[in-house]
């Protein structure tokens, strides 16, 4: 899959891609703290277009094929997986996943057995009680309403047990490239820590990240904004130290003139 043009197939066993300088660390070592002077922001030629121009050039650079990181092999089981991923590592849901699946393997099978056998392949997870009882209503909801399909709008698919914006928003763009951005806490940090918005909410955020990103650039931003607060921009302790972004971001430039 190349960067211009991203691959339309669908469903598909998910890895993480992310390139290694020749130290193996997974971003490149641009500049280190030592070496940088407190200075005023660098303000990117062409304002909003020069800083998402700047970024993307970035991302690009460090991770050319970006993916999200839960494992599915179908769209029901890339529902179950972010399902279960609300407050919960994506290591962890990769882990829960292979036995659950084997087990539950549509969503017929969901919707058939109890809550109490959902939870017993779930419970290693964050709120297993909640997650099994969505999952069930969910299984149900398809099965009824939709024929065991998921739907594609993001309307339709918040009308299911346990898919709110964020969710259906993951869902519309790994699942079908629709031109979408899903917010999470990684997302709506790292963005406003870098200038990209100025929102106070979610859904603003999102809002000016639809607006502001090229479409070509759309369906890998949230990834990219994703593992870069992942890996790198971490909340308590960003790693700016190996970020090439010093130069753009707002945040460590207001951090180095205290
Ligand atoms: S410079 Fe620091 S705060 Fe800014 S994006 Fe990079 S890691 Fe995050």
Same mark, same amino acid.
């Given at each position: 899959m190349n960067n211009e043009q991203p691959e339309r197939s669908g469903a598909r066993q998910s890895q993480l891609t992310i390139s290694n300088n020749s130290e193996g660390q /997974? +971003?490149?070592? +641009?500049?280190?703290l030592e070496k940088l002077q407190p200075r005023e922001r660098k303000s990117p030629r062409g304002g909003f277009r020069g800083l998402y121009s700047t970024c993307i050039t970035y991302f690009r650079a460090t991770m050319p094929n970006p993916q999200c990181e839960l494992n599915f092999s179908n769209e029901f089981e890339l529902l179950v997986a972010v399902i279960l991923s609300a407050q919960c590592t994506d290591k962890r849901v990769n882990l829960i996943t292979p036995a659950l699946f084997h087990a539950l393997p549509t969503p017929e099978s969901f919707a058939n057995t109890t809550i109490e056998n959902i939870y017993s392949h779930i419970r &290693?997870? &964050?709120y297993p009680n909640n997650k099994a009882k969505l999952l069930h209503a969910a299984a149900k909801m398809l099965i009824e309403n939709y024929n065991g399909k998921l739907p594609q709008t993001l309307e339709e698919l918040q009308k299911? /047990? *346990?898919? *709110?914006r964020k969710t259906a928003n993951v869902l519309c763009s790994v699942l079908w490239h629709q031109p979408t951005i899903a917010v999470d806490t990684h997302v709506f940090r790292v963005a406003n820590r870098i200038g990209l918005t100025n929102a106070k909410t979610v859904l603003e955020t999102e809002k000016q990240l639809l607006a502001r990103t090229p479409a070509d650039a759309l369906y890998f931003m949230h990834h990219w904004l994703i593992l870069h607060g992942r890996y790198c921009c971490m909340a308590r302790k960003p790693h700016c130290e190996r970020c090439g972004l010093t130069e753009v971001c707002g945040f460590f430039c207001k951090k180095q003139q205290k």
């Open positions: /997974p +971003f490149p070592k +641009f500049r280190t &290693s997870c &964050s299911l /047990p *346990g898919v *709110g």
